[in-house]
């Protein structure tokens, strides 16, 4: 059996791009209010604590990059500590206790009232991130959640002063990529409200 390769990865591009495109007017409200929401908290001595699994993991590790070093306009380090790096602090809390507090008990630990969580999972029912929302409520954070679907166990954690960016998608990579998207309009956003906008 040949497979058209060439075919199945213009597929590929166009249904990732027709996603990114479908999804504009309902996330650009949402993908807004967490880039104030996030400002707000870094111009208040604050800082955003990240999670995820997997592929979100990733995305957390590339968001405080973006934060801590720069995004697109030389300017200070900024505030943002994924809690998905120490491998350490990960072992010992998942061998200790579960797994399901891998990133609860860090945000119990490191977050303050001013602090925001970004919480990503792409189904809204990672079990460790809805642990950490949950933990994040308990010391007074507010949360940007990344989902996708119908938001999952997530949607219903979130109060009133949180921001869910829920992707309307099902497949995983086509949600993550449009997470990505959306790391990089938030670091942007937040260039642009400290900063200015350069043309």
Not at 152 to 166: H, S
Not at 179 to 198: K, M, N, Q
């Amino acid at each position: 059996m040949s497979i058209d390769l060439v075919s199945r990865i213009s597929g590929q591009f166009h249904e990732s791009a027709d996603l990114k495109l479908k999804s504009l007017d309902s996330l650009s409200a949402p993908i807004a209010a967490a880039v104030e929401l996030m400002v707000g908290c870094l111009m208040g001595s604050g800082k955003i604590l990240a999670c995820g699994n997997g592929g979100s993991a990733a995305d957390c590790q590339h968001f405080a990059a973006e934060m801590l070093n720069r995004f697109e306009m030389e300017r200070p380090g900024l505030a943002a500590m994924a809690l998905t790096t120490d491998t350490s602090t990960l072992t010992s809390i998942a061998n200790d206790y579960a797994f399901e507090q891998v990133f609860a008990k860090q945000v119990r630990a490191l977050g303050q009232p001013q602090d925001v969580l970004l919480a990503i999972s792409t189904s809204g029912n990672s079990p460790n991130v809805v642990a950490a929302i949950v933990a994040a409520h308990e010391r007074e954070m507010r949360v940007v959640a990344l989902t996708g679907g119908s938001g999952g166990r997530v949607a219903g954690l979130l109060g009133a002063g949180d921001v869910q960016v829920c992707v309307p998608a099902q497949r995983t990579a086509r949600i993550q990529e449009v997470h990505l998207l959306t790391l990089h309009c938030l670091c942007d956003g937040i260039d642009c409200l400290l900063l200015g906008v350069e043309e």
